[in-house]
């Protein structure tokens, strides 16, 4: 056998030595090419209002993009469609009701979507009522005539709050009326009160000239209704095979809220340069209601934003079915909220 000189070899050595750095420079390289951003199809439950400003200052301020998510936004019409098309998978995550997502879940061949992140953590349902009709306290609603809008949540609440007051509803009577019209009929005192979302009925009213000091808010938090209201719901398909995604959509969603409850002059400057007509002045009144009402609650103050207590969720469950017959077994916190996919606590609590 022929033996290989000394020059042979260093030659070799010295082709392998310019080789295999280069083939493995060309891996690194591969390796460290951007990824792609994960689209995501995100649904509100109603038009764009002062209340959404975290989701618009995630998408304006480029917070989605940082988590590698590229959000689109759609428009559903309420909380029932955005339930329904998470559940189809027209939309991978949307922004509903949560006390709506209980009673979709409990449906014949309901989908399994869950709540993975809570915006409003009291619900804003409430009874808004004129002062000079003789309503100044929830008591006062007895023999009143309470206009009842198509579609209203709050409504669906009403029996809870009626027994834990212990209020007459058989003296309190129930108009039903269109929802355009639900302002417009005790603006005009053709009912004494509606009920209605505090940061929406109530601010809509004083838009339309009836003096603040002529409504009285009366809101079922303040009256013994521990439910949660709005969270961020997710298609479970989309959850199991992206949930790097949702994670990182949370985690925009609460940089947001942090960026709106520090600066809301700022996040409604944002907010009305989307909306068609949008009032910064009535925006911006939208926006302290809901942060002052809805989402600075003490549970957050203590415990931060975004997740839920399991003890005080039960009870809304409880409260839920004084008006709602559960057709299955009565649902337990983890069948509705999942808080796996929750950004870091100490980056939800509030300074």
């Known amino acids: 056998m022929r033996m290989r000189t000394p020059v042979t070899l260093l030659a070799l050595a010295l082709i392998a030595a310019l080789v295999v750095p280069a083939w493995l420079s060309g891996q690194v390289v591969a390796a460290e090419e951007p990824k792609r951003?994960?689209?995501?199809?995100?649904?509100?439950?109603?038009?764009?209002?002062?209340s959404m400003a975290p989701v618009v200052l995630a998408t304006s301020r480029g917070l989605f993009?940082?988590?590698?998510?590229?959000?689109?936004?759609?428009?559903?019409?309420?909380?029932?469609?955005?339930?329904?098309?998470?559940?189809?998978?027209?939309?991978?995550?949307?922004?509903?009701?949560?006390?709506?997502?209980?009673?979709?879940?409990?449906?014949?061949?309901?989908?399994?979507?869950?709540?993975?992140?809570?915006?409003?953590?009291?619900?804003?349902?409430?009874?808004?009522?004129?002062?000079?009709r003789?309503?100044?306290?929830?008591?006062?609603?007895?023999?009143?005539?309470?206009?009842?809008?198509?579609?209203?949540?709050?409504?669906?609440?009403?029996?809870?709050?009626?027994?834990?007051?212990?209020?007459?509803?058989?003296?309190?009577?129930?108009?039903r009326v269109g929802a355009a019209v639900r302002e417009p009929i005790l603006s005009a005192g053709q009912v004494d009160a509606v009920s209605g979302f505090s940061y929406l009925s109530a601010i809509n009213l004083r838009d339309r000239g009836v003096p603040a000091a002529d409504l009285a808010v009366l809101?079922?938090?303040d009256y013994g209704c521990d439910a949660y209201g709005h969270a961020v719901i997710v298609n479970p398909g989309f959850a199991a095979k992206q949930p790097a995604a949702v994670k990182g959509v949370l985690r925009a969603l609460t940089s947001g809220l942090q960026l709106a409850i520090k600066d809301p002059q700022g996040a409604v400057a944002e907010v009305v340069s989307r909306m068609d007509d949008g009032s910064r002045e009535l925006e911006l009144?939208?926006?302290?209601?809901?942060?002052?009402?809805?989402?600075?609650?003490?549970?957050?103050?203590r415990d931060g934003i975004g997740g839920i207590a399991p003890a005080r969720f039960e009870r809304a469950l409880g409260q839920i079915a004084d008006d709602f017959k559960f057709q299955h077994k009565r649902p337990g916190p983890a069948d509705i909220f999942d808080d796996s996919f929750l950004p870091p606590a100490d980056s939800r609590l509030v300074n």
């Open 285 to 301: 009144e939208r926006l302290h209601t809901v942060l002052a009402d809805n989402v600075l609650t003490s549970d957050v103050r």
């Open 65 to 132: 993009g940082a988590q590698g998510v590229a959000v689109t936004m759609t428009t559903a019409k309420g909380s029932p469609d955005a339930i329904a098309r998470v559940a189809s998978g027209e939309a991978d995550m949307a922004l509903a009701d949560i006390n709506e997502l209980i009673r979709y879940r409990d449906g014949a061949n309901s989908a399994p979507v869950k709540a993975v992140f809570v915006l409003f953590n009291r619900a804003p349902y409430a009874i808004i009522a004129r002062k000079s």
């Open 37 to 50: 951003p994960v689209a995501v199809m995100f649904a509100l439950d109603r038009p764009l209002d002062g």
């Open 219 to 221: 809101r079922f938090a």
């Open 134 to 175: 003789g309503i100044n306290a929830l008591a006062d609603i007895d023999g009143k005539t309470l206009g009842v809008a198509e579609g209203d949540l709050s409504i669906r609440l009403w029996p809870a709050v009626v027994k834990h007051n212990h209020l007459k509803p058989e003296t309190i009577k129930l108009s």
